[in-house]
Nanobody
Framework: QVQPVESGGGLAQAGGSLRLSCAASGRTFGDYTMAWFRQAPGKERTFVAAISWSSTMTKYADSVKGRFTIATDSARNTLFLQMNSLKTEDTAVYYC???????????????WGQGTRVTVSS
């Protein structure tokens, strides 16, 4: 069992950058697919990005493609989300998740962090 723990959220201006981190507590992320989801106030949780268990494949939501980058460290102890060219609509609580399927469906993920808040001001 793996417990993701997010960090790195905060306040940024539109056009700026933030980097989120997600550490594995209890074990490494090993052969889990890892993903980021986000939930804006009053809205449902939506997919942001995922990276395969081998870290060789990545996928992104259209809304963040070209601006966000998902990656892990070589030991797969930490997951990152580099967010550039931030927009006000990126404001949300961001969640790190681990699962066995390389999917954009949040129901496919078994382990979730507590979330980290990102606020982008204009």
């Amino acid at each position: 069992q793996v417990q993701p723990v997010e960090s790195g959220g905060g306040l940024a201006q539109a056009g700026g950058s933030l980097r989120l981190s997600c550490a594995a507590s209890g074990r490494t992320f090993g052969d889990y697919t890892m993903a980021w989801f986000r939930q804006a106030p009053g809205k449902e949780r939506t997919f942001v990005a995922a990276i395969s268990w081998s870290s060789t494949m990545t996928k992104y939501a259209d809304s963040v493609k070209g601006r966000f980058t998902i990656a892990t460290d070589s030991a797969r102890n930490t997951l990152f989300l580099q967010m550039n060219s931030l927009k006000t609509e990126d404001t949300a609580v961001y969640y790190c998740a681990a699962g066995r399927s390389y999917s954009s469906d949040y129901k496919r993920y078994d382990y979730w962090g507590q979330g980290t808040r990102v606020t982008v001001s204009s």
